[in-house]
């Protein structure tokens, strides 16, 4: 049937992140792919990533209109039953397609899974009473798990909330770190130039394709992610630790700033493709695979630190976040980031910097986090952030002299422009 290999994989890229197995991007990216995704071809590659990018964009808000359709709820042993059928209404309802194709596609969907097949009648039902109704009206939070919008109301009001929710649906643009001259390159591709430097433009077509990526004079870094290796200051000569350095974006930010920096990652694997992208990039950095929290290495003129996080600030760029992550996980990492820190600031040499950084909108891995170091370590001291330092972004200042950008940062009139990852940094001085 004409389209429905790609609604296939679509469905089965959507079924990884319901059932907490395997996030969006590792069900992209793994070699010995369960998904057959890397089996389409191009065209039918892209519609299935489409499909499930808008799927999980909107996942909240169609689950609830699934569930509004089953009395009983979902049937047991079912297969791939719910991913078919928020899949099957992110079509129709978001995506123009037309409705019968979408309802049909979804069936057939059903039928080719050995255990959903039984319930292809019941998809049908469900699919075509969905699309009956029409769109739904917008709910603040309807996509985003019910835990994390209540966290986010507490740490930052309702206001606040829903704006950050209302980012998740919105297809965020790529942002770029260049070598050099941001304008010229955002006036060759098309985009803007930020003013903190990063070069934005809409996502269309492979990133491998677009001018300058083969010579190699920039890299993909939200323009939030690009802001803690700015906290530096000239770095020209100086030594740098880049501890849980991969994938390597600010790796390549501090190689190309001068530094001579030593990448520690605990994935060798990892640290090979940071290294193969510093050689795209000609930039040259030390790699050493080690645990950073019990890292033993000569002190360092500075230490950046960019913590594993529940990554919460990210759910613009990457919704399936939210429903992979439990709240209970947010204890375990925050128990990590301190002993992270610890180990951190031994690696700095006395009167250097450490630069803090999670992208986690979750006060127990960012403002805590640096309020407990602080009170157990009478050595460390914050460095405040300056306005001139983060220019366009002076409001993500706080009172602390500490740095929290939000999804709504970065203001523009195109949507498909605007906003930014939600990031935590401090820069501290190490006594």
């Given amino acids: ?48 990533r489409a499909i499930a990018g808008v ?46 194709t979408a309802v049909d596609l979804a069936v057939a969907t059903a039928r080719a899974d050995p255990d959903a097949r039984h319930f292809a009648g019941l998809a049908n039902a469900v699919l075509r009473g969905i699309v009956a109704d029409g769109l739904p009206a917008e709910r603040p939070g309807a996509d985003v798990p019910g835990w994390l919008y209540a966290r986010w109301s507490r740490s930052y009001g309702a206001d606040v909330a829903a704006r950050i929710a209302a980012s998740v649906g919105v297809e965020p643009a790529l942002d770029l770190s260049v070598k050099e001259n941001p304008a010229q390159w955002a006036e060759r591709l098309g985009g803007v130039a930020l003013p903190t430097g990063s070069v934005r433009l809409v996502a269309s077509g492979l990133v491998s394709a677009l001018e300058g990526f083969a010579e190699g004079a920039w890299w993909v870094q939200d323009a939030a992610a690009a802001l803690p290796a700015r906290l530096f200051g000239d770095l020209d000569g100086r030594s740098v630790i880049d501890l849980c350095a991969a994938p390597g974006g600010k790796t390549a930010q501090l190689a190309a700033a001068g530094a001579e920096v030593v990448a520690v990652d605990k994935s060798a694997e990892r640290l090979m493709r940071l290294s193969q992208n510093l050689s795209r990039l000609g930039l040259s950095a030390a790699t050493r695979v080690a645990d950073a929290a019990t890292l033993s290495a000569e002190p360092a003129d500075a230490v950046l630190l960019d913590a594993p996080c529940s990554a919460t600030g990210t759910t613009r760029r990457h919704p399936d976040v939210g429903w992979l992550k439990r709240e209970s996980d947010i204890a375990g990492l925050a128990r990590v980031q301190a002993q992270l820190l610890d180990c951190a600031v031994k690696l700095v040499k006395p009167g250097g910097l450490l630069v803090y950084c ?51 940062h970065f203001p523009h009139e195109d949507p498909r422009l605007a906003g930014c990852d939600g990031f935590f940094m401090a820069r501290l001085r190490v006594g």
Avoid: W
């Fill in 1 to 48: 049937m004409p389209g429905l290999a790609p609604r296939r994989v679509a469905a089965r890229l959507v079924d990884g992140v319901l059932s907490r197995t395997r996030s969006l991007d590792a069900s992209l990216e793994i070699e010995h792919d369960p998904c057959d995704f890397r089996a389409l071809d191009p065209r039918d590659r892209a519609l299935a």
């Fill in 55 to 100: 799927t999980l964009r909107r996942l909240g808000t169609l689950r609830s209109l699934v569930a509004g359709k089953l009395e009983k709820g979902l049937p047991k042993k079912a297969g791939l039953l719910e991913a078919i059928l928020v899949t099957g209404a992110a079509q129709a309802l978001y995506m123009q397609a037309p409705a019968h």
């Fill in 358 to 408: 999670v992208c986690s909108l979750e006060p127990e891995e960012g403002e805590r986090q640096i309020a407990a170091l602080l009170a157990r370590n009478p050595r460390v001291s914050v460095e405040p952030a300056r306005a001139e330092e983060l220019p366009g972004i002076e409001d993500a200042i706080d009172a602390t002299g500490c740095v929290r950008t939000l999804p709504f």
